[in-house]
């Protein structure tokens, strides 16, 4: 049994709420019980109770932020890079682990978050003629390991 749960933020895929059903003589009643039960799960999940966005939230915590200001430009500088363009217009109250599962997924496979399609990389943003710097986008995985203390000495 499956029911479509909607599109997932990040991947941009289809996301189902699964269960299965053992065969037997009462297999059918238990079938449209656990389709009710996930369709509920589903209706739960599109009314929030809150209509707050991930990008509210962020603008909230950073406004109210009692921190030095290099680490809350740093960390103004992480949620503009990775969060907000992933999960920012997603709705706090539909946030779950699968979706948390699938940004943490996004953020490994690298620091660029591209849809996967072929395009180049420029050093700068102004016209230019195009040369060996030029190169095609290639989807790396972060570096994984560092202590803060190698990162600190960089």
Do not use: N, W
């Not at 809150?50 to 915590?61: C, S």
Request: proline residues 5%.
């Amino acid at each position: 049994m499956a029911v479509c749960a909607g599109i997932a933020p990040v991947s941009k895929r289809r996301r189902y709420l699964r269960e299965t059903v053992p065969a037997g003589p009462s297999a059918q009643r238990e079938a449209e019980k656990v389709m009710r039960r996930l369709a509920t799960q589903v209706d739960e999940r599109r009314s929030p109770r809150t209509g707050a966005t991930v990008d509210q939230l962020l603008d909230k915590h950073f406004e109210l932020a009692d921190l030095d200001r290099d680490t809350l430009s740093t960390y103004r500088g992480y949620a503009d890079r990775h969060v907000r363009p992933l999960i920012g217009t997603t709705k706090v109250g539909v946030i779950d682990g699968a979706l948390f599962d699938s940004f943490y997924a996004e953020l490994r496979r690298g620091r660029a978050h591209c849809d996967r399609r072929p395009f180049t990389e420029h050093r700068t943003d102004r016209g230019h003629e195009c040369d060996a710097r030029c190169r095609p986008h290639a989807c790396r995985p972060e570096r994984s390991g560092r202590s803060t203390s190698s990162s600190a000495a960089r």
